[in-house]
């Protein structure tokens, strides 16, 4: 049985690993939180140096929508993955994903829902 911590911190280095195999490069910063029944993955400094400028130099609603269409369409492709990550690291199941890109703050968000809350042990505090 995992802490919520370790929980957590798996799923961060799952999505480092899958970032990095699929699309080439990594966020930034990844954090990931347990909510009962959900997990919560965010990830900051996602977009390259190309999607900055392209998002800059076309109309703002225009490259904004452009990359978010790519972006979910990745990933939506490769949701199996990005469920097994979830699901290998919460020994619980992925019921359903939801995903969004803000080429403002430069950030993608990712909430997955669990068949049933994991089972977590207390961390041994110092």
């Known amino acids: 049985m995992k802490t919520q911590g370790e929980i957590e911190a798996a799923i961060c280095e799952g999505f480092a690993r899958y970032m990095q195999d699929f699309m080439g490069r990594g966020p930034k910063e990844i954090r990931a939180h347990l909510v009962v029944d959900l997990v919560v ?5 996602i977009l390259s140096a190309a999607e900055t400028s392209l998002a800059a130099v076309l109309p703002p609603e225009k490259g904004r929508d452009m990359l978010k269409n790519v ?3 990745l990933l939506e492709s490769s949701s199996t993955k990005l469920r097994q990550i979830i699901e290998t690291a919460s020994d619980s199941r992925c019921t359903s994903m939801y995903h969004d890109v803000s080429t403002v703050v430069n950030e993608e968000i990712f909430v997955f829902t669990l068949h049933s809350t994991p089972v977590v042990r207390e961390a041994k505090h110092k």
Do not use: Q
Request: hydrophobic share 25%; aromatic share 12%.
């Open 41 to 45: 993955v965010r990830l900051r400094g």
């Open 71 to 73: 972006r979910t369409y």
